[in-house]
């Protein structure tokens, strides 16, 4: 398919190239998980596998097996990339695939595929932007505990340390964890992804134990002297459902939850007091002394972004005891608000947090729709609206001298929505999950024609 000559669609953005800073870098997101089939290559068993294993605990109950298949056809993939003519690629490395057991021996088979993949982004122009987990733990360490017992976060600095030494002469960017929150009261208070706890406990564990593996990531990285460390955090726009008291004070619990916790963590070195109120209890007695090695300075920050909340009182229940009430704007199929004015308010609340030097990236942003292919065609018009217009948002605020440094899409492709299995399509490019085939939709294409102008 020659993708450049392909002109079926006049879509396109409001906005092109030329109207951000001259480095301003955009790119394309995915991860190891959500794309590659952990049934390929000699990868080993991660918690993802596990509980994407238990019926019940994903719609249809699917899988990452094969999932898009980009363990073999990252070439295609690569292409797809490159004819976007985006600055750069956003992807995770398995700890998985390259340490099936989470720590010793590494398999050979998987190191040497993401040789071919930087390689093959090189080659094409496209600038490697390395995660090194987003998500997908050894199962061997989710059975001693996981992010609850604190030596996972020794064996995530050794993995750190492979990782670098093998690829660090060619990666232009590396974070260490993608979305803490997500990785602990998502997945271990919330219960609504791998490895599904609910337990109070385990989320403040998990919380300064995903933080201590952070910090000692960019210990071991910095050690090799490696530039441009980071993280990417997510953010959620949190307002009062209602005028109350209670609403009020409940937005600051959840707030504290998701948008200080791991921010204060790293640029303040201390945890936010309306979240140790409940979580301070079930913290490591001398989780203090962690705090030197969470506060190590990063390079950059990554930001993901996309809702905003609304958050109630909710009673009968013990800490945090809110609930979120869904705002009245249209949702995406995620059922996820569209507020785009959120990102703009919370990006200067975020630059003041981490100082107006630091370089900030929008790592994440974009939505699910399901809009079908008609003719080989697929017009996601929803999602040129919801980049048109948050894109607009990270512009003002560049204009207000906000150091921001770049923009990613998620996702260059449908993939695995870990909990909601392939139901919610966030690519740039459709994926049929039978045959495997991509074909761009519209978006894709209007992407394609801002970045050549
Ligand atoms: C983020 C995750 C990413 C994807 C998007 C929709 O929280 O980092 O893997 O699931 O949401």
């Known amino acids: 398919m020659n993708i450049q000559n392909h002109s079926f669609l006049n879509a396109h953005m409001d906005w092109q190239r030329s109207d951000f800073p001259t480095n301003f870098e955009f790119g394309v997101a995915t991860s190891a998980y959500q794309i590659e089939g952990s049934q390929f290559g000699g990868c080993g068993e991660s918690h993802w596998d596990r509980y994407a294993a238990k019926s019940g605990n994903v719609v249809g109950n699917e899988h990452g097996g094969i999932a898009c298949d980009h363990y073999n056809r990252w070439e295609e993939d690569l292409n797809l990339i490159q004819q976007l003519g985006v600055d750069s690629y956003r992807f995770s490395t398995s700890w998985a695939r390259i340490m099936p057991y989470g720590k010793g021996q590494p398999n050979a088979k998987g190191l040497a595929f993401y040789d071919r993949l930087i390689d093959g982004m090189l080659a094409r122009g496209i600038s490697p932007n390395l995660t090194l987990y987003h ?13 609850c017992n604190r030596d996972t976060a020794y064996r995530f600095a050794d993995f750190s340390e492979l990782i670098c030494s093998r690829y660090g002469d060619r990666v232009d960017r590396f974070a260490t964890i993608n979305e803490p929150w997500c990785v602990s009261w998502l997945s271990h208070f919330l219960g609504l992804q791998a490895p599904g706890k609910t337990s109070l406990e385990a989320a403040a564990l998990s919380m300064h134990h995903i933080l201590l593996a952070h910090g000692l990531s960019i210990q071991a990285m910095r050690s090799l002297n490696q530039r441009n460390l ?6 959620e726009h949190a ?6 008291e209670r609403a009020i004070l409940a937005t600051e619990r959840h707030d504290a939850i998701i948008n200080r ?3 204060e963590a790293i640029t303040k070195k201390q945890y936010p007091e309306p979240a140790l109120e409940g979580l301070g209890d079930y913290l490591p007695e001398s989780y203090s002394e962690d705090m030197d090695i969470i506060g190590q300075p990063i390079d950059w920050l ?10 109630a009182h909710e009673d009968g229940c013990g800490f945090p005891a809110t609930k979120t009430v869904l705002g009245p704007r249209p949702k995406t199929a995620m059922d996820w608000e569209i507020y785009p004015e959120g990102l703009g308010q919370l990006l200067p609340r975020i630059a003041e947090q981490v100082g107006a030097d630091m370089p900030l990236y929008i790592t994440e942003n974009g939505l699910a729709t399901n809009e079908p292919i008609i003719d080989g065609r697929s017009q996601d018009g929803l999602r040129l609206d919801f980049f048109n217009q948050h894109l607009a948002e990270v512009k003002g605020a560049i204009d207000k001298g906000l150091n921001i440094q770049g923009y990613t899409a998620w996702s260059l492709m449908d993939n695995y929505e870990w909990s909601f299995g392939y139901d919610k399509r966030f690519g740039l490019i ?11 939709k519209a978006s894709y294409y209007a992407w394609q024609k801002s970045m050549q102008s």
């Not at 998500?135 to 059975?143: H, I, T």
């Not at 980071?230 to 953010?235: A, P, Q």
């Not at 459709?430 to 761009?440: G, M, N, Q």
């Open 135 to 147: 998500w997908e733990l050894p199962m061997a360490l989710a059975d001693k505990g996981g992010w």
């Open 230 to 235: 980071g993280i990417v955090l997510n953010f």
């Open 239 to 244: 307002q009062p459902a209602d005028d109350s």
């Open 261 to 263: 916790w791991f921010l």
């Open 302 to 311: 990554g930001i993901n972004y996309y809702t905003r909340q609304l958050i």
């Open 430 to 440: 459709h994926i049929d999950f039978e045959t495997l085939k991509r074909t761009p």
